[in-house]
């Protein structure tokens, strides 16, 4: 399945019934006066987190919802039946932003949590509603209220406690399945991870955290090498960083060097992210003997003068990723939770072939061919 994590929705609430005009007629009651009832309210529009749902690729294929408007008024006082209400299921982790203000509605975190998106319209009073003393027989009646309208956008950010940094080959989903379940693609070229990929790793009984995989970035991200920085954001949420680092590139390229070019790419996207707390894990020891491989790692640590954790390990033969495991799961109580998303670090560009085409498209129009 293609993952989708930004989309573009319309959606629309029903519009309240009308109130109405009616009198009461009955025989040997010749003055019955008004009876006429209100009109049923119109159905609201609700996002619902789902826990099974991992991509927003259902909304390529329907952009437009509505829910259903209120059944007028009657007489004999009864009111008309309200709309029903529509929910939207979308994953875990979604960002709801109101299109044409880029206001965040909310951040739908938890599975079963929902998000009034689109309030239903008031039905209207019945002509009941107006008798007076000087007014017995009122003809007026109120219509229904319409109902909201909005465009929306929706962004996921994949929900995890720890997020894998680094260069292409680096050895990220090596690593994510050796620790965890998780089988992402693994091979021997670059860019083999085209998506988040999440990762439950299991410490012990009933302790665990969330590691996500995200695409390699290279040298010029930011300004759209490569894959560019398109997947930094589902990095947001997490409250650690591993950045990864190969100890013997195939292009013979500095290890050092390499972690610095990142570093530069991490705080042109986000300083905040880039200040997050961020561990050093060198990957690929088995390459070398014991000695060697431990006399790389110090060089590569004295080369950074990097005063944080580092780790030596290798992720396909399983050495140190328990001890990395077991240090991460330690760490996590005594780190700052990840900060509130407030708004998008970057506003989707209508031309990335990611997005759907906005621009142009009316997506108000023609709601019967879409009930």
């Known amino acids: 399945m293609k993952f989708i994590d930004e989309v573009r929705i319309h959606v629309a609430s029903g ?42 690729i259902d909304f390529r294929y329907q952009r437009r919802y509505r829910a259903e408007t209120g059944h007028g008024g009657a007489g004999r006082q009864m009111t008309g039946r309200a709309g029903l209400d529509k929910e939207i299921q979308v994953p875990v982790g979604t960002l709801v932003y109101d299109d044409d203000t880029r206001e965040l509605l909310g951040d739908l975190r938890e599975d079963g949590e929902r998000l009034l998106v689109a309030q239903g319209g008031r039905g209207g009073h019945g002509n009941l509603h107006f008798k007076s003393s000087i007014n017995r027989a009122p003809r007026q009646y109120e219509k229904g209220t319409q109902g909201e309208e909005r465009n929306l956008r929706l962004e996921l950010r994949v929900l995890a406690d720890v997020g894998l940094l680094g260069l292409p080959n680096a050895g990220k989903s090596t690593l994510i399945r050796a620790v965890s379940a998780a089988r992402p693609k693994v091979a021997d070229y670059p860019f083999t991870t085209l998506y988040p990929n999440l990762g439950v790793v299991r410490v012990a009984t009933h302790e665990s955290f969330v590691l996500a995989d995200i695409p390699g970035l290279i040298p010029g991200a930011s300004e759209g090498a490569g894959l560019g920085t398109r997947f930094l954001k589902h990095l947001s949420r997490t409250r650690l960083l591993l950045h990864m680092v190969d100890m013997a590139p195939v292009d013979e390229s500095n290890p050092a060097g390499n972690i610095r070019a990142l570093e530069e790419e991490l705080l042109a996207y986000s300083p905040a992210l880039a200040q997050r707390p961020r561990w050093l894990v060198v990957n690929k020891a088995d390459l070398f003997s014991a000695e060697e491989g431990e006399m790389r790692f110090q060089a590569i640590r004295a080369d950074l003068s990097w005063e944080g954790p580092a780790f030596l390990i290798s992720a396909a033969s399983g050495a140190g990723c328990n001890a990395l495991t077991h240090a991460i799961w330690q760490a996590l109580p005594d780190l700052p939770p990840a900060p509130d998303p407030v708004q998008s670090e970057e506003w989707g560009d209508e031309e990335e072939e990611y997005l759907e085409e906005w621009e142009g498209d009316d997506l108000s129009a023609d709601w019967d061919d879409d009930e």
């Not at 519009?15 to 609201?44: C, N, V």
């Not at 609700?46 to 927003?56: I, Y």
């Open 15 to 56: 519009t309240g019934g009308h109130g109405s005009l009616s009198f009461r007629r009955e025989k040997f009651i010749p003055f019955g006066g008004p009876d006429g009832g209100d009109g049923g309210r119109g159905g609201s529009i609700f996002l619902v987190a789902q826990a099974s749902l991992n991509t927003l």
